[in-house]
């Protein structure tokens, strides 16, 4: 064998090596190093980059939607629920769409924060936790700044966009937290929730205040969303009547208003305030239109002074896409109430917030184009619903029965929970399960019916089935297939050139030396 015979024999064997410790199992402690999930994804970006030898445009606008539990069988039953079995929604109608693996570092099922953390930030961590290092655990009075995250939203605005979100749950609760925070507990809304988890809040800052005075979130554009009682002190009652949870004294709204002296801001709490708005004469716009959660889509009445969410965006993309914002912008839009109706184990919410979600979305999209525009909409975590047995096609999926039990001769219905509080409603011990049909003829209200529970629990768990990603525009076809919940923040850079990312979406061959030099990091780190 000649001296480059050799030379193509060892590379070729670096090679083998390289894509073959791709199968190795992950050791435990490689999974808590952040450098980890970076690799991972920058191999795969490197992979799925030689996809397409088109032209393709930089992504200089990015929307993110995200709908809390909408697992594929929340997604198959809405459908019927909204027009038939082959309804279609506008999020699937995305060119392209793929698998997302969920798991946090440790544990198998995520949450929304450690599920945040991975697809707005690039880096997996542990349950419970809000862009923070997968070193530290829930619950730590750790704040070293060196294992704080930063988050798609950080890189936006470092790159010059304008950035902002919608969000149907409190604007400091799930995956909203990790565009602006860092804290070791997702429960830390407000300084109480800190101090009586026993940290100092003076080292451990509270997820309302980073919104209001952190690097990130004092620059949001707009900010819509529910969630007052973390904003207000103890002292103070919100429009609803009821009382702040600060016990620091401080009123945040003030402050955000004080810090916003000199600019054109506007704080709302109501539709009609929405409604009324001129954004162009508008700089920075604060809405708070809830105590709490926003209410379900399927109880906002005619009158009601919380807006829909496809208003929320409508006015969020009003103010992002200003003539001014010449770098572009990035919307993040979160539904949450898909996740909080299944854990009430009510599937005719759930599905009526898919509808109100993909409305959204589909207004989202007609007010942006594709060829500059990075579209994708995704689920953060899963549900424990199912869809059990084989009802025929005619049948009414939430009032009729799907089969019979071999075992006690009682009917069943299409739709079930593993677990949730309709356990008790549809199960009595000692004597066992009710007949389903009985138990929802005697709820006259078709929207609080809910579905049999198989475990006992206060409130539904979420689930860890793998979130279905759809996308398009700029470089979307990167999203297709299966990988890591990570990967969507890092093709979310690649695509749109933010946190030094550009040399990958500007640069459409990859060099074999490129390669190389790529794979040797996992090789010889």
């Known amino acids: 064998m000649n001296r480059w015979g050799a030379w193509e024999a060892l590379l070729s064997l670096l090679l083998i090596l390289a894509v073959g410790s791709s199968w190795i199992q992950v050791k435990g402690h490689e999974e808590h190093d952040a450098h980890h999930w970076k690799h991972m994804a920058h191999e795969l970006l490197y992979e799925k980059k030689d996809y397409t030898m088109q032209k393709i445009n930089i992504a200089k606008n990015i929307m993110v939607f995200v709908g809390a539990g909408m697992s594929q069988t929340t997604v198959t039953g809405a459908r019927y629920y909204n027009g038939g079995d082959n309804e279609t929604f506008a999020f699937e109608r995305l060119k392209w769409s793929g698998n997302a693996r969920t798991y946090c570092v440790d544990s198998r099922v995520p949450d929304s924060a450690c599920a945040g953390t991975a697809f707005l930030t690039g880096v997996k961590s542990n349950l419970g936790t809000v862009a923070m290092d997968p070193t530290v655990r829930r619950g730590e009075c750790a704040m070293d700044p060196a294992k704080q995250l930063a988050s798609i939203a950080k890189w936006a605005l470092e790159a010059g966009k304008a950035v902002g979100f919608a969000t149907t749950s409190r604007v400091t609760s799930g995956s909203n937290a990790a565009l602006y925070a860092n804290s070791p507990d997702s429960r830390w809304e407000n300084d109480a929730d800190v101090s009586a988890g026993g940290c100092n809040t003076a080292t451990v800052p509270d997820i309302a205040h980073q919104l209001i005075h952190g690097d990130i979130g004092k620059q949001f554009k707009v900010i819509l969303g529910g969630g007052r009682k973390h904003f207000l002190p103890t002292v103070e009652t919100d429009p609803s009547g009821q009382r702040g949870l600060r016990t620091d004294g401080k009123n945040l709204i003030n402050e955000w208003k004080q810090s916003k002296a000199g600019a054109n801001a506007t704080y709302i709490t109501t539709v009609n305030e929405l409604a009324s708005l001129d954004t162009s004469k508008i700089d920075y716009l604060f809405g708070l239109f809830d105590y709490d959660h926003l209410p379900f889509s399927a109880d906002i009445a005619n009158g009601s002074v919380t807006p829909a969410l496809v208003r929320m965006v409508h006015y969020s993309l009003e103010m992002l896409q200003k003539k001014e914002h010449t770098n572009g912008y990035l919307l993040f839009v979160e539904d949450g109430n898909i996740r909080r109706a299944h854990g009430q184990n009510k599937p005719r919410k759930a599905f009526d917030q898919v509808r109100h979600y993909a409305n959204a979305f589909n207004m989202a999209h007609m007010m942006a184009n594709e060829q500059n525009t990075l579209f994708i909409s995704m689920n953060d975590v899963g549900s424990t619903l199912s869809l059990p047995g084989y009802p025929a096609r005619s049948s009414d999926l939430l009032d009729s029965a799907a089969g019979t039990s071999s075992a006690d001769g009682l009917p069943y219905l299409g739709l079930t929970y593993a677990t949730g509080p309709a356990h008790s409603t549809y199960y009595r011990t000692g004597s066992g399960r009710l007949d389903p049909m ?27 089935e793998d979130a279905t990603v759809y996308a398009s525009g700029p470089w979307a076809f990167m999203l297709s297939g299966g990988y890591e919940q990570h990967f969507v923040a890092h093709t979310i850079a690649f695509a749109s050139c933010i946190d030094g990312a550009c040399d990958g979406a500007a640069t459409l061959v990859l060099s074999t030396a490129t390669l190389l030099a790529a794979l040797g990091v996992r090789l010889f780190v």
């Open 438 to 464: 009985e138990v929802l003829q005697s709820v006259p209200n078709g929207l609080e019916r809910t579905c049999p529970a198989l475990v006992p629990m206060a409130e539904g768990a979420d689930g860890g």
